[in-house]
């Protein structure tokens, strides 16, 4: 009941403030990747000196998006009074501080219907769709309402949209305003991977204006370099010009645990993309996995949950590509992965205790990845 009332009031307070101040806002939406490309939109125009104010957890709908207007969290102890005391102190006195040049939010669903309340609370003026891929399956129940329910973030942005026209199943529907693509060589921007090593990739980023050549990123996965490619869109659409985004992408990092390279013990590197396990973010690590040059390659996978009636198909993409002549070792975590991925992998050729190595908790998995990386 007090969370409730804490929400209301705190929603309400959050559109007063948009409607008066007037920021230019934008909303990231899409299956996979939101939290990620907010990252990089906000911290490339923050590197050419915009006021800009955004939310780096993935705070997507109710009281955390509420709260994001504001760059605040929500406390740990949701009872606390002094807690909400200091947080209503700090929006009172964001009434009174500079409008930021762009506020970027984060809108994620969960149900049919989740899209319409996010706009009802906040139509932004600029949106950015970065995919449709299966999510929350057991409530969306189909991919094509997955589609139609992402895809109303465009239809609701007042001035104009960009969406990745890659990730997007089936044929685009018609806009009745303006949209930009990106994703492929026919779209409005795209990349090409020149290489991928344990320092990064070397990218040709492209747009219909401009090419950015030999650009090194700390980016490695395919499906966030096409993410940046939509960011860097973007940012030329607000007039950032070539030479200042060509020198900001080279500064920009992955988002903590969302496919971000880290030094490990006894000269080893982890793909730390532990966020959000989901059947298109497992094919997205594997693939960059595979990719970088290194002598021995392991994977670890946890459970993938909210699937509902895909979790057998979604494992089974995932299997399609773990392979024992590319990844010598796979250790499993959890009792979803184990009773689904397990038996398929033992049939390609993994051996159990050998090269597959099965685990209830992830400190389990520790200890043992820990005293056998050599």
């Known amino acids: 009941m007090l969370k409730k009332i804490i929400e209301f009031k705190t ?17 990231i939406a899409g299956s996979v990747g939101k939290t990620s490309t907010k990252g990089y939109l906000a911290n490339l125009l923050l590197e050419n000196g915009f006021n800009v104010r955004w939310m780096d957890d993935s705070y997507n709908n109710g009281l955390g998006l509420y709260l994001s207007v504001f760059s605040l969290k929500v406390p740990s102890d949701i009872k606390s009074i002094s807690g909400w005391f200091s947080i209503f102190c700090n929006i009172i006195f964001e009434f009174f501080k500079k409008t930021p040049d762009y506020l970027i939010l984060e809108y994620g669903i969960d149900h049919p219907g989740d899209m ?16 449709v891929t299966p999510e929350h399956m057991e409530y969306m129940k189909t991919l094509d309402n997955v589609k139609n329910e992402e895809l109303k973030i465009v239809y609701g942005a007042r001035d104009w949209s960009i969406v990745n026209c890659f990730d997007m199943p089936g044929s685009m529907p018609k806009f009745d305003k303006k949209v930009y693509f990106y994703g492929n060589v026919d779209s409005d921007a795209w990349f090409e991977i020149e290489r991928i090593t344990t320092d990064g990739s070397e990218v040709n980023f492209y747009t219909v204006n401009n090419k950015y050549n030999k650009i090194h990123s700390l980016i490695l996965s395919k499906e966030l370099l096409r993410q940046m490619s939509g960011v860097l869109l973007l940012a030329e659409k607000l007039g950032v010009n070539k030479d200042d985004i060509g020198r900001s992408i080279a500064n920009i990092e992955p988002a903590n645990s969302r496919m971000r390279l880290l030094k490990g013990i006894n000269n080893s590197f982890i793909l730390d993309d532990s966020a959000n396990f989901s059947p298109s973010a497992g094919i997205s690590a594997l693939k960059t996995l595979v990719q970088i040059d290194s002598k021995h390659k392991l994977a670890v996978l946890g459970n993938m949950h909210e699937l509902g009636a895909e979790v057998s198909e979604a494992f089974k993409q995932i299997s399609e590509y773990i392979n024992v002549t590319e990844i010598e070792k796979v250790v499993l975590v959890g009792d979803i992965v184990s009773k689904y991925l397990a038996p398929v992998l033992v049939k390609k050729g993994y051996i159990k205790d050998e090269s597959l190595f099965i685990f209830n908790t992830s400190i389990e998995a520790g200890i043992y990845i820990r005293d056998n990386i050599n």
């Open 116 to 131: 319409d309340d996010l706009i009802k609370f906040h139509a932004p003026n600029i949106s950015m769709l970065t995919a």
């Open 11 to 27: 929603k309400k307070i959050a559109q007063v403030y948009l409607k008066f101040k007037k920021p230019t806002t934008i909303a």
